[in-house]
């Protein structure tokens, strides 16, 4: 749903980078406009969003101008950055380039998260200036930050500002993007433990957090549940009091402009000149950064391998190879030069010719107008990056394919293979899957290739560069991401309220689950049994005739049955997997399987067995483990793990994993407390109606009952109940003051009874 935005509203965009760079020359500074992926992105997004999102459009940018700036120069700067460039630059020194941007960021984050970990360094100092500059990039935002406006956080480098602001501004609206991939587990865990969690919880002070593909969502989730123990629900997390949105906004870029200047009069006529410097060769072309995470040399020796193949194609084509100078990746940065050149002069003496050189390189950045032609002449793109967040190179080569001609081979490690499904996928790895492809190419009939392109680029139109920022940022705005309330305290007022109602009643339910609710919690599960004065109580209520007692418990059905059998109540034991009426025997909510069972047991008593003072109950329907009595941080961290390993394993039997109160628990699927809770409230007629609950599973009957029944939540959590209280004792308090109101005022003829249906 469109979401409109106040005129009011600011849309800042936070990057590690400004969309401009000062540089000096001669002394003076000078601010050079640069492009990029993330820059040319996000200025599309901008520019397109001039009276559509926002009616009048207010953005700011908010990032590092590069280069050191003497304390003198910065006003300066700061005043042509807000008139030129709608910016707001925050200045970083050179420890904080060193140890920050080449230090943490390239030689830390931006290894480890594109797999390779032989390159990763884990030094405290870098790890010191990345909370450093986050924070000095949170104390930036704070002075140009309004209360409505929409925070934008893109990247690696600033992942822990979204809680830093979050902690100052708990009411901000704040996304993240990631632009490289999320790695999983086993390879986000090389992080110290530390870093790890704290990277983790500084990107869940977003509202939302987005990556290119369902995959690095997915192993994102994974690692939150792993390392925090926070569990996700389609990709809603809960962190305290609010919810964390996570999602897959695959980039695109901007079509029209890439597909416009290839068609244009001047493009044509540069493709035509590139076209005649190439002869009769068909060309392939490569483009990229420097960078290892591209797979320049893997791409290479997969040329050498079809040039070793297929010698029918020896002056017949050439891989016309462009490399952009970058800093990123900087460890190795001579020596990969070095290589690249080495191989692609080997290639070219071992197969070249006075009249023929297979590859051309170039190691140079080239204007937009430069590349739009080259993609437009090029046969083949090259494309086959070991790992890439996405890859907007392969989506720029067929924008520009005018006649929809024109392969595609795209690295299946590629988050854009994931929407370029059309082009030929092939394993960066492997020299001869790059041969055989780039063949298959070379071959492949014109038809063919049009109709594969024609598919792309329709997909490419539609999903462009504006396209992904506004479905971001409405995401972002959307009412769903509002926070969910926490249950209101009960108030004295709200109490007396409800003792007024209960006295005029003449049909009354009571839902009350029994652990946390109406008893403590204690050490172990069994020694939680009811008092002599909590059964008197049940007891003197269940004697009311406008009474319906229902007790709704996780307990198993013999437990339930010993404690409270002798009562006139309704009974609710497995979380309503059982139920026994009144004077009536115990009874299947439906048929439901446990033979699941058997094959789980000893993956929790494994994690009983290892983890000293946790236990495992089994039920009928369920089996629990419980880890109460385990220290705090070993109990919780082992649960996390086993949930994971549990959600893992059962991802094809019908049954539920929940981590509750220092527990995790194994249920068959489709049973849970509101069934039962729903099997008395179908009796109807009541108008009194309450229901008393402190965990995750009697949110399920809060969220079945009538709009004006009482629901209350023991404890401080985000809730659907109406009220909270903070512990057992209050909740027997109130009880037992119903009980002795309704003996009291039995005889009070009832008035003005609204019925609930
Ligand atoms: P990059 O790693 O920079 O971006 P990529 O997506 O390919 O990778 O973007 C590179 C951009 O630079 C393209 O727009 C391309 O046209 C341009 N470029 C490349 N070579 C050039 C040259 N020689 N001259 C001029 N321009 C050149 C990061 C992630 C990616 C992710 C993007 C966007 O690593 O995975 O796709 O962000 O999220």
Redesign the pocket.
Known sequence: MKEAIAPARKIIVVSNRLPFTIERENGAIQFKAS????A??LKSLLDGMQGFLVPRPEYLWVGWPGGAVAADERAQIQARALSEFRSHAVFLSEQDFDNFYEGFCNKTIWPLFHYFPQNATYDENYWRQYVRVNEVFAESLLEVVGPEDILWVH?YHLMLLPELLRKQRPHLKIGFFL???FPQFEIYRLLPARWRRALLEGLLGADLVGF?THDYMEYFLRCVQRVIGFKHSVGHVRVGSRGVRVGAFP?G?DFKKFNAAARSPEGTKKKEELKKSFGENKVIVS???Q?Y??GILHRLQGFEAMLERAPEWHHRVILLM???P?R?GIQDYEGMKQRIEELVGKINGRFGAIDWVPIIY?Y?????E??AAVYSMSDVALVT?LR???????K?YIACRGDGTGVLILSEM???AKELAEALIVNPNHRDEIADALKTALEMPAREQIRRNRVMQNRLRRADVAHWAMDFIRELVSKESAETAEARPLTPAARAGILRHYQRSSRRLLLLDYDGTLAPFVSQPALARPSAELLELLRRLAADPRNEIALVSGRSRATIEEWFGGLSIGLVAEHGAWMRDVGKPWELIKPVSASWKAKLLPMLKAYADRVPGTSVEEKEFSIVWHYRNAAPERGAHAASELSDDLLAFTANIDVHVVQANKSVEVRSAGIHKGVAAAHWLGQGGFDFVLAAGDDRSDEDIFGILPERAYSIRVGQRPSRARFSLPAPADVLELISRLANRGEREALTPPADRPIYH
């Open positions: 492009a990029g992926g993330v040319t992105g990247d632009h490289i991939p290119h980039m870029i483009v990229d950064r960078d995470s591209k462009i490399v952009v970058s990123i170039h140079r950045s080239v204007p937009f430069t590349l990056p890439d967040g996405m890859n907007l190179v392969a720029e590629a988050g854009a």
